[in-house]
């Protein structure tokens, strides 16, 4: 199983971007989908999730400018990045729980590589 990260990079404050990832490979389902992200000498944190019903959860910094939604159909998860500032500069992770066979378990370790987002002027 991959997930692979695209729709990073330099933006200006009050710019807009918007992340897609797109898990491949044996997949029988997918539950919750988020985006993590990890500035400099800080720790990796959650920035929105979604399960599969399409139920959201937003950490305080990104309610009101970020977006998430899902692709079922393409096993694609997306983050709308709104109003960004600088202090969204960080690596973006893209993190999956993924059941890969029938009668499985959902197991949370699914990470992408990461894509680096830039808010500067």
């Known amino acids: 199983v991959q997930l692979v990260e695209s729709g990073g990079g330099l933006v200006q404050p009050g710019g807009s971007l918007r992340l897609s990832c797109a898990a491949s490979?044996?997949?029988?389902?997918?539950?919750?989908m988020g985006w993590y992200r990890q500035a400099p000498r800080k720790q990796r944190e959650l920035v929105a999730r979604?399960?599969?019903?399409?139920?959201?959860y937003y950490a305080d910094s990104a309610k009101g400018r970020f977006t998430i939604s899902r692709d079922n159909a393409k096993n694609t998860v997306f983050l709308q990045m709104n109003s960004l500032k600088p202090e969204d500069t960080a690596v973006y992770y893209c993190?999956?729980?993924?059941?890969?066979?029938?009668?499985?378990?959902?197991?949370?370790?699914?990470w992408g590589q990461g894509t680096q987002v830039t808010v500067s002027s």
């Open positions: 993190n999956a729980a993924i059941m890969t066979t029938y009668k499985g378990t959902y197991d949370s370790n699914y």
């Open positions: 490979g044996s997949i029988f389902s997918i539950a919750t």
């Open positions: 979604i399960s599969s019903a399409a139920t959201t």
